[in-house]
């Protein structure tokens, strides 16, 4: 019997699931360890932070669309303006509005509110209500084997079964990009003066520690990583003002089920969620996969409220 | 080296030091008495920019120092030993120093000297400062201070809670940085380690600084103490 005159079996489409939602996942990573960022350090709820990344994804189609030429050269420039201009925008926020705040947190989460409209009806009003796509720099089309039994193991090619050299660049930048923040963390000067902000802040400025500009920069950084996830993900899914909803409800989904803060957790939990979001919206429908996140975190927040790896308070 | 000059802070609406002054000279442990309550702790704060500053002066090394900010304030030479430590729990031993030596940009010979004062600590450098035991916690406090080559030391009740051992070898390191020079603050509440260390003693009462004696004099007089500490 060859299997690829038949509709696929199960094993090619749940692999075929599964790379979709590992693209997901590595997109949804990027952004989530962005809001950890700026909640662990600062304390603070951003819920701006789906507007950041819809501003990096609305950033590189205006930068594609400016550069012009060959697809991968927008495309490039896009991947350097996009995050850091809205790092910069955020940072701008930072200083002009959260900091006016004293970084409340229940202020925080209103001026944040306010912000959402603001950059998204700006958008709106500027970019317009269109979806557009950005070019991607390659994208060939990848077929993939399986292996089945005939006798003795045999690979085959079955129909459908593909993905594309963009979307496994998206997964491999994803990781690389992760990794980076770690490295940051944990190995430079700046990562360590970060820690002990988030730490103990009144004791980092009795060290000389200067706070305030640390948030400026840690909630640049946290909106450029969202900004950075987006421009990879606007090949395949296209800028659009209101695609910041989906992004934000699931970066709080993985925050809160890695554990408040956590690093670690929130990559675990951002493959947890984006795999399963990828795999689930191929067999049943997207909002199964939404409902189900949510129940999970319903279900995280009663039996493990630190999230999965957070410590408990003290 | 230190002075303060009729200052008032509190938090929010609620005002805690009134026209406070004191000033401690290098060379002297200098420390602070009085019931619970009564602004020690308040007063360190004031000094190291943590507590805003409603009325006064404060003055290190003859510059005035009160309008500037926290961050801006340890750089000129303000080692702060909170109470309860404060470390950076969750980052080493070597991390907490790192972070002393950043704020006025000390080299490695000043981590050399602070770990000569505490042999403990550099056998264990790597190690996560909440797995330390109270004792070298507190020395892990002194020593973040000491990174930042302070001409003050505020020492906000450093021996609370620890053993014998452990006082004797807090103790003998601050009288050590007295003896180097080093303006040193000290809010103590055991009456008898305060006589036995202090050069001078400031009581205070509901934030206001009421009487200076030297240490010497203190202890032959014991009805003054009374006054001031008794129930």
Redesign the interface.
């Given at each position: 019997m060859e299997g690829n005159v038949e509709a696929m079996e199960f094993g090619p489409y749940l692999m075929l699931a599964s790379l979709e939602g590992a693209v997901t996942a590595a997109v949804l990573a990027l952004t989530a360890v962005g809001l950890s960022l700026v909640f662990g350090v600062m304390r603070v709820v951003n819920v701006a932070h789906g507007e950041f990344f819809m501003l990096g994804a609305v950033l590189a189609w205006a930068v594609a669309s400016a550069v012009g030429g060959p697809p991968a050269l927008g495309f490039l420039a896009a991947l350097l303006v996009a995050p850091i201009a809205v790092g910069l925008i955020a940072a701008a926020a930072d200083m002009t509005i959260l900091k006016r705040v004293e970084y409340d947190p229940e202020r925080t989460i209103v001026v944040t509110i306010g912000l959402l409209y603001i950059i998204q009806q700006a958008t709106l009003m500027t970019y317009g209500p269109e979806a557009r796509p950005v070019e991607p720099p390659f994208n060939a089309r990848l077929a993939l084997p399986w292996i089945t039994w005939d006798g003795g193991p045999r690979l085959y090619w079955p129909w459908g079964l593909s993905t594309t050299t963009y979307k496994l660049a998206v997964i491999g930048a994803a990781v690389a990009v992760l990794l980076g923040v770690w490295l940051l963390m944990t190995r430079t000067?700046i990562g360590?003066?970060m820690?002990?902000t988030q730490?103990?802040r009144?004791?980092?400025?009795?060290?000389?520690?200067?706070?305030e500009r640390i948030y400026a920069l840690v909630f640049g950084l946290g909106a450029g990583l969202a900004a950075l996830g987006a421009v990879l993900i606007v090949p395949i899914q296209q800028a659009h003002y209101l695609m910041g909803g989906d992004p934000l409800l699931l970066s709080f989904i993985v925050v809160i089920i890695g554990g408040l803060g956590s690093l670690p957790g929130t990559v675990v939990a951002a493959i947890l969620i984006g795999m399963s979001d990828g795999i689930i919206s191929v067999f049943f429908t997207p909002t199964l996969a939404k409902i189900l996140a949510t129940l999970l975190v319903a279900l995280v927040l009663v039996f493990r409220p630190q999230g999965l790896f957070g410590a408990r308070p003290a | 080296m230190l002075q303060l000059d009729a200052i008032d802070t509190g938090y929010g609406q609620a005002q805690v030091l009134r026209s406070l002054s004191l000033s401690v000279e290098a060379g002297e442990i200098h420390c602070l008495l009085g019931r619970n309550g009564a602004g020690k702790t308040t007063t360190m704060r004031a000094v190291?920019?943590?507590m805003p500053l409603w009325a006064g002066r404060i003055a290190l090394d003859g510059a005035e120092i009160g309008a500037l900010?926290?961050?801006?304030r340890?750089?000129t030479g303000i080692g702060?030993v909170?109470q309860g430590r404060?470390l950076?729990?969750?980052?080493t031993v070597a991390?907490n120093l790192?972070?002393?030596l950043?704020?006025?940009g000390s080299g490695a010979e000043v981590r050399d000297r602070v770990l000569d004062l505490f042999p403990r600590l550099r056998e264990r450098l790597d190690q996560r400062a909440q797995t330390l035991s109270g004792g070298e916690q507190q020395m892990l406090a002194t020593a973040?201070a000491l990174c930042?080559r302070p001409k003050v030391l505020l020492l906000d009740e450093p021996t609370e809670g620890l053993q014998p051992s452990m006082i004797e070898a807090i103790r003998s390191v601050i009288t050590r940085l007295r003896d180097d020079g080093t303006a040193v603050l000290l809010v103590e509440q055991r009456i008898d380690a305060v006589l036995s260390v202090a050069d001078r003693v400031t009581f205070i009462e509901n934030g206001r600084s009421r009487e200076t004696f030297a240490a010497a004099d203190l202890s032959a007089q014991h009805e003054i103490i009374d006054r001031y500490l008794g129930v």
């Amino acid at each position: 019997m060859e299997g690829n005159v038949e509709a696929m079996e199960f094993g090619p489409y749940l692999m075929l699931a599964s790379l979709e939602g590992a693209v997901t996942a590595a997109v949804l990573a990027l952004t989530a360890v962005g809001l950890s960022l700026v909640f662990g350090v600062m304390r603070v709820v951003n819920v701006a932070h789906g507007e950041f990344f819809m501003l990096g994804a609305v950033l590189a189609w205006a930068v594609a669309s400016a550069v012009g030429g060959p697809p991968a050269l927008g495309f490039l420039a896009a991947l350097l303006v996009a995050p850091i201009a809205v790092g910069l925008i955020a940072a701008a926020a930072d200083m002009t509005i959260l900091k006016r705040v004293e970084y409340d947190p229940e202020r925080t989460i209103v001026v944040t509110i306010g912000l959402l409209y603001i950059i998204q009806q700006a958008t709106l009003m500027t970019y317009g209500p269109e979806a557009r796509p950005v070019e991607p720099p390659f994208n060939a089309r990848l077929a993939l084997p399986w292996i089945t039994w005939d006798g003795g193991p045999r690979l085959y090619w079955p129909w459908g079964l593909s993905t594309t050299t963009y979307k496994l660049a998206v997964i491999g930048a994803a990781v690389a990009v992760l990794l980076g923040v770690w490295l940051l963390m944990t190995r430079t000067k700046i990562g360590l003066i970060m820690r002990a902000t988030q730490l103990d802040r009144e004791m980092a400025q009795a060290f000389g520690i200067p706070v305030e500009r640390i948030y400026a920069l840690v909630f640049g950084l946290g909106a450029g990583l969202a900004a950075l996830g987006a421009v990879l993900i606007v090949p395949i899914q296209q800028a659009h003002y209101l695609m910041g909803g989906d992004p934000l409800l699931l970066s709080f989904i993985v925050v809160i089920i890695g554990g408040l803060g956590s690093l670690p957790g929130t990559v675990v939990a951002a493959i947890l969620i984006g795999m399963s979001d990828g795999i689930i919206s191929v067999f049943f429908t997207p909002t199964l996969a939404k409902i189900l996140a949510t129940l999970l975190v319903a279900l995280v927040l009663v039996f493990r409220p630190q999230g999965l790896f957070g410590a408990r308070p003290a | 080296m230190l002075q303060l000059d009729a200052i008032d802070t509190g938090y929010g609406q609620a005002q805690v030091l009134r026209s406070l002054s004191l000033s401690v000279e290098a060379g002297e442990i200098h420390c602070l008495l009085g019931r619970n309550g009564a602004g020690k702790t308040t007063t360190m704060r004031a000094v190291t920019g943590l507590m805003p500053l409603w009325a006064g002066r404060i003055a290190l090394d003859g510059a005035e120092i009160g309008a500037l900010p926290a961050q801006d304030r340890a750089r000129t030479g303000i080692g702060y030993v909170p109470q309860g430590r404060r470390l950076f729990t969750e980052l080493t031993v070597a991390q907490n120093l790192e972070i002393g030596l950043m704020t006025r940009g000390s080299g490695a010979e000043v981590r050399d000297r602070v770990l000569d004062l505490f042999p403990r600590l550099r056998e264990r450098l790597d190690q996560r400062a909440q797995t330390l035991s109270g004792g070298e916690q507190q020395m892990l406090a002194t020593a973040r201070a000491l990174c930042t080559r302070p001409k003050v030391l505020l020492l906000d009740e450093p021996t609370e809670g620890l053993q014998p051992s452990m006082i004797e070898a807090i103790r003998s390191v601050i009288t050590r940085l007295r003896d180097d020079g080093t303006a040193v603050l000290l809010v103590e509440q055991r009456i008898d380690a305060v006589l036995s260390v202090a050069d001078r003693v400031t009581f205070i009462e509901n934030g206001r600084s009421r009487e200076t004696f030297a240490a010497a004099d203190l202890s032959a007089q014991h009805e003054i103490i009374d006054r001031y500490l008794g129930v």
